[in-house]
């Protein structure tokens, strides 16, 4: 029981990391960004192909 703890924990901290990461990225995006129509369109850009990859690729 003490592995599957200790595996437990890991991903539980590795998920805590990446939110951590995620959450530093946009403040840094947002820095040097803006919100200035040029950084809508960049997010538009990347938003629109995950949208059909999550439809059609995924299969959900």
């Not at 595996?7 to 960004?33: K, N, P």
Request: hydrophobic share 50%; no cysteine; proline share 3%.
């Amino acid at each position: 029981m003490s592995r599957m703890l200790r595996a437990s924990g890991l991903l539980g901290l590795a998920t805590l990391g990446s939110r951590v990461l995620g959450l530093v990225r946009e403040q840094v995006y947002a820095h040097f960004m803006g919100d200035t129509p040029v950084a809508s369109a960049f997010k538009l850009a990347f938003q629109i192909p995950n949208l059909f990859r999550r439809l059609l690729g995924e299969g959900r």
